[in-house]
């Protein structure tokens, strides 16, 4: 039945994802598609992309889609529907949820990306059986979700257990309060020039 597919879509520092996803969380072979943001240089360009990817991710299932899952880098705003990534200010206040619906033709979930990988993983993986668990993205940025009795504990705006800019101390100064955040010494990147930075190739 179609009513067993939906639609994912995943929007991260470097790159987003577009696929159509089974009942059972398996995605569906062809149906997976990644395209760099180049760090959203140009917006138009990056939206315009998106919709391509999501069109040809559909194009692939196959049945239709009954409704669209949104996973971002945050912070999120769940009642506006937009996002406002760290680490993509040109997509600072997109419509991504009203982008999505519009592009799909169904309704879109627009959820952080750490909620969506505490869910993940309560349903089908490590956590699975855990009343109380708390998930992280480590990757061009660092996120987390938290899950209580098996549901997502979002919070008013949608960014609870968005650890990312908590303020951490590494036991070195500091030029500015940005550079102390959780996502500037353990991101991806940020690891990497850490490893540079000391001899490591």
């Known amino acids: 039945m179609h009513d067993t597919f939906v639609l994912a879509v995943d929007i991260g520092g470097t790159k987003f994802e577009t696929a159509v996803v089974g009942g059972d969380g398996s995605i569906v ?22 919709r391509a990817s999501i069109a040809e991710s559909l194009a692939a299932a196959p049945s239709p889609v009954f409704a669209a899952g949104i996973g971002s880098a945050g912070p999120v705003d769940l009642l506006a529907g937009t996002v406002s990534p760290h680490n993509l ?18 309704p879109a979930v627009l959820r952080l990306d750490g909620t969506c990988i505490a ?3 309560s349903w089908l993986g490590a ?3 855990s009343e109380v668990s708390m998930s ?31 303020h951490v101390h590494v036991g070195e100064p500091t030029a500015a309060v940005e550079d102390s955040t959780l996502e500037a010494v353990a ?9 540079r930075a000391r001899g490591w190739e």
């Open 29 to 50: 072979p062809g149906t997976r598609l990644r395209r760099a943001t180049g760090r959203a240089r140009d917006r138009g360009k990056t939206v315009a992309a998106l």
């Open 89 to 106: 200010p040109l997509l600072g206040g997109l419509p991504v949820r009203e982008i999505v619906a519009d592009a799909a033709g169904v």
């Open 119 to 121: 869910v993940a993983e």
């Open 127 to 129: 956590t699975r059986g």
């Open 136 to 166: 992280m993205v480590v990757s061009t940025g660092v996120g987390g979700g938290i899950v209580v009795d098996g549901r997502p504990l979002a919070g008013a705006s949608g960014n609870a257990g968005h650890i990312g800019q908590i």
């Open 187 to 195: 991101s991806g990147p940020a690891t990497v020039r850490w490893a």
